[in-house]
């Protein structure tokens, strides 16, 4: 079975800016969630998608959205983007089985903002 | 919110030497991860446990599952160069997020 893959894996934007970043996950798996990673931090919990639903959402402000697709992959946008966005940004599913989450992660976005 | 509070935040060790982290938490969980995180990837899930007492090993690797569901522990038996990276623990209660530690940082002089 193929991992999850996000992409792009490097992407550099300047303030005020807006990125979509992709990522498709394991196939069958139909929770995806998002995550903030910065230096030195732990993992930040931005949204959960469920069959196509926002089904939790983290503590960011609106800047930054999601959505689900029919076949489980989503994005991330994050809009207007400031110099505190830069971070490592990563993707994980999850079959969600019995609300049982064992996160698998991709290898993440790594996004600069100059 | 629920914190998890992983000890110690770094370490720096010898190879060959054993290691040992843990996860402690003011809440009940019933489900207790450990994931690994390489410079510039996504963590990778190592050991994952269900049952309060439960202890599982995966190679040199051993986690468990603290009998109060409040703790859990990693260890690593003779550390070796490929070990470098950081551990986190996670844990769930019944189907909330996960909640995730801070991460140890290990660190080996060769």
């Known amino acids: 079975k193929a991992g999850v893959t996000q992409t792009p894996r490097y992407l550099i934007k300047t303030r005020g800016q807006q990125v979509t970043l992709s990522c498709s996950p394991i196939?069958?798996?139909?929770?995806v969630s998002w995550y903030q990673q910065t230096p030195g931090q732990g993992l930040q919990f931005l949204f959960e998608?469920?069959?196509?639903?926002?089904?939790n959402k983290g503590n960011f402000p609106g800047r930054f959205s999601g959505r689900q697709f029919s076949n489980s992959r989503s994005e991330m946008n994050v809009s207007t983007l400031e110099l505190g966005d830069s971070a490592l940004y990563l993707c994980?599913?999850?079959?969600?089985?019995?609300?049982?989450?064992?996160?698998?992660f991709g290898s993440g976005t790594q996004l600069s903002v100059l | 919110g629920q914190q998890l509070n992983q000890s110690p935040q770094s370490m720096f060790i010898q190879e060959g030497e054993d290691v040992s982290m843990n996860c402690t938490s003011s809440?009940?969980?019933?489900?207790w991860l450990w994931y690994k995180q390489d410079p510039g990837e996504g963590p990778v899930l190592l050991i994952a446990?269900?049952?309060?007492?439960e202890l599982t090993s995966n190679g040199r690797l051993t986690a468990q599952f603290g009998i109060t569901r409040k703790d859990s522990f990693l260890n690593i038996s003779a550390s070796i160069p490929s070990d470098v990276g950081i551990y986190f623990c996670?844990?769930?209660?019944?189907?909330?997020?996960?909640?995730f530690g801070q991460g140890t940082r290990l660190t080996i002089n060769p």
């Open positions: 994980a599913s999850s079959p969600r089985d019995r609300g049982d989450e064992k996160l698998f």
């Open positions: 196939s069958g798996h139909r929770s």
């Open positions: 998608y469920f069959s196509e639903t926002q089904r």
């Open positions: 809440s009940i969980f019933n489900t």
């Open positions: 446990l269900y049952k309060a007492g």
């Open positions: 996670a844990g769930q209660r019944g189907a909330q997020k996960l909640v």
